[in-house]
């Protein structure tokens, strides 16, 4: 049987992990036999820095699209928006929404929703199509080699402005430091603690990877409603994360580190048979 092609909408390539996954879904279609390209919708690539990944197959559409090309296009693919762009912008006969935060309301009937993790969903008591890829090098990320921990640091992400008195003498991870990936994970591996008031940001993952224990100064996400039990809820958990900085958190949060290292191996072991799996239902709802 035919399959149809994928045509992802997705900023350009930059350190936001809902841009790491849209682009990485890419790639990996690509990687298993599918036609999957990228559709550039602004640039949010630091200066100086490319547009894609050189390391992801990720062809683009930018260049060949206009309306007698988009006619043709129209007529077999399936289109996948992610949850930031509203409605059907392209008009697309076939689009999936990839939900990639919190669902603030019901889903439309018509309209086939996957989502990125199991807590985002509107009704955690209906079954829906869930896609959960893990945006984190995990050879970069651990703890192997991992020097004296020296230092304590600052992730503020997404949640600046419920930051009112800085932790004392603490090392600022910012959107521009460090400047790469390996880097970041060098500073994490020295780290004792790194408080964050980014609740769902994937730096506080790659600091558990690494050996820091995760303080949350702030459960939220963006002005959404988000409870701890939504983030244990959450495939990766909250291992080696603690909700505050009292003794029983501190030592709860280091009782589970080894929980989130295995809950993140399992997410990057698993991801190909759910791929395959969201090919095969995103495929069957769209054979007409």
């Known amino acids: ?125 209906k079954s829906a199509p869930v896609l959960f890829y893990f945006p984190v090098d995990l050879s970069l990320f651990n703890t192997r080699n991992a020097p004296e921990r020296t230092q304590d640091m600052l992730w503020l992400g997404k949640g600046s402005r419920f930051c009112t008195e800085k932790p004392a003498n603490v090392v600022d991870i910012t959107y521009q430091w460090p400047a790469t990936r390996p880097e970041l994970a060098e500073q994490l591996r020295k780290t004792r603690y790194m408080y964050s008031y980014d609740a769902l940001s994937c730096t506080n993952n790659e600091a558990v990877l690494c050996g820091a224990i995760v303080i949350l100064k702030h459960v939220s996400y963006h002005d959404m409603k988000w409870t701890r039990e939504d983030m244990e809820y959450y495939e990766l958990g909250t291992g080696g994360m603690a909700f505050g900085d009292s003794p029983a958190e501190i030592d709860r949060a280091i009782r589970t580190a080894d929980e989130a290292q295995a809950r993140a191996r399992y997410a990057v072991a698993t991801f190909r048979h759910d791929l395959l799996k969201f090919a095969d239902q995103t495929q069957s709802h769209f054979i007409l």
């Open 1 to 125: 049987m035919k399959t149809r092609p994928y045509i992802i909408l997705t900023p350009t390539y930059c350190v936001s992990a809902g841009v790491r996954v849209m682009h990485q879904l890419c790639h990996e279609l690509n990687t298993i036999g599918f036609d999957a390209r990228l559709m550039l919708t602004s640039n949010l690539s630091p200066p100086g820095q490319p547009l894609l990944n050189p390391a992801l197959n990720t062809p683009t559409i930018n260049q060949d699209f206009n309306e007698e090309w988009w006619a043709a296009m129209n007529e077999d693919c399936i289109v996948i928006y992610p949850d930031s762009i509203r409605g059907n912008p392209l008009n697309a006969k076939r689009y999936v929404m990839y939900i990639l935060g919190t669902e603030t309301q019901p889903a439309p009937d018509d309209e086939f929703r996957v989502y990125y993790s199991r807590s985002y969903r509107f009704d955690k008591r």
